[in-house]
């Protein structure tokens, strides 16, 4: 496993040549970046409601940046500039998608999680679902409502974890790299939702299936998420499923 941090790694990864910003937005919920494709990330605003501690730098002329300089953003304490980072190397990414399946990580979870103990860490709208088909369902969330745990409940939860499935938006909020060195050894740890990084970089720090997203058709993206969609109204993207080299297919 790396000494160095996901993002580290990530970002080392990336092509040398600078490859040009065609577009980003921040929507409500969904950040975009198009590059070499269009890479999607969480927006997380912080505070409340006109947060003047989360300026972005240069805005304005981020699209005059490369898609490199925009990635190492998501090094940034800033939650929006993180996930304009995030989404940067998300739209420099070229998975080979000869090795996905096309499959919703809610899916996986059931099938995976029957009659066994299941960490979420993450509010997912299939969790109503995911409940009556495992056997004990521990999420944990930041700000948690209902049967949520709080994310202080890592510690004492994820190592009791038999699966393990973690958000993708905790790299937006450098927490993702803390939480795999909670799960136990040879448990099934998967990293979900469109923000995931389609890199083997993640199974090499401890994922063994990494299911996020691939946008096919940009401008219906684009149109969505500048209108403030949540992700069950953006059309135009392909779920995909990886599973770690050398392990059974999902």
Same mark, same amino acid.
């Given at each position: ?69 925009? &990635? %190492? ?6 939650? $929006?500039? =993180?996930?304009?980072?995030? /989404?940067? !190397? *998300?739209?420099? #990414? ?59 409940? &890592? %510690? ?6 038999? $699966?393990? =499935?973690?958000?993708?938006? /905790?790299? !937006? *909020?450098?927490? #993702? ?70 392990? =059974?297919?999902?």
């Amino acid at each position: 496993m790396s000494s160095h941090t996901i993002l580290d790694d990530l970002i080392a990864r990336l092509p040398e040549k600078p490859v040009p910003v065609r577009s980003v937005l921040v929507g409500a919920h969904w950040t975009a970046v198009c590059s070499t494709a269009c890479g999607l990330a969480t927006t997380v605003m912080g505070g409340g409601c006109h947060n003047h501690e989360n300026v972005v730098r240069n805005v304005g002329h981020l699209h005059e940046k490369s898609a490199q300089e925009l &990635a %190492a953003f998501a090094l940034s304490d800033n939650p $929006i500039e =993180a996930g304009i980072g995030v /989404a940067a !190397i *998300n739209s420099l #990414l070229v998975p080979d998608e000869s090795r996905a399946v096309l499959l919703n990580a809610s899916e996986v979870l059931m099938k995976k999680g029957a009659g066994k103990n299941v960490a979420l860490v993450g509010h997912f709208p299939f969790i109503p679902r995911l409940r009556t088909a495992v056997g004990n369902l521990w999420v944990l969330e930041l700000h948690p409502t209902g049967d949520d745990y709080p994310a202080a409940s &890592a %510690a004492d939860l994820i190592p009791r974890a038999d $699966i393990v =499935a973690i958000t993708a938006s /905790a790299l !937006i *909020n450098h927490t #993702l790299d803390d939480l795999l060195g909670l799960c136990r050894p040879g448990v099934d740890v998967l990293i979900l939702g469109p923000s995931t990084p389609l890199s083997p970089v993640l199974f090499e720090h401890g994922a063994t299936i990494i299911a996020g997203s691939r946008v096919a058709d940009e401008s219906a993206v684009l149109h969505a998420i500048g209108q403030g969609a949540i992700f069950q109204q953006v059309t135009g993207v392909r779920l995909l499923a990886f599973t770690r080299p050398g392990d =059974a297919p999902v």
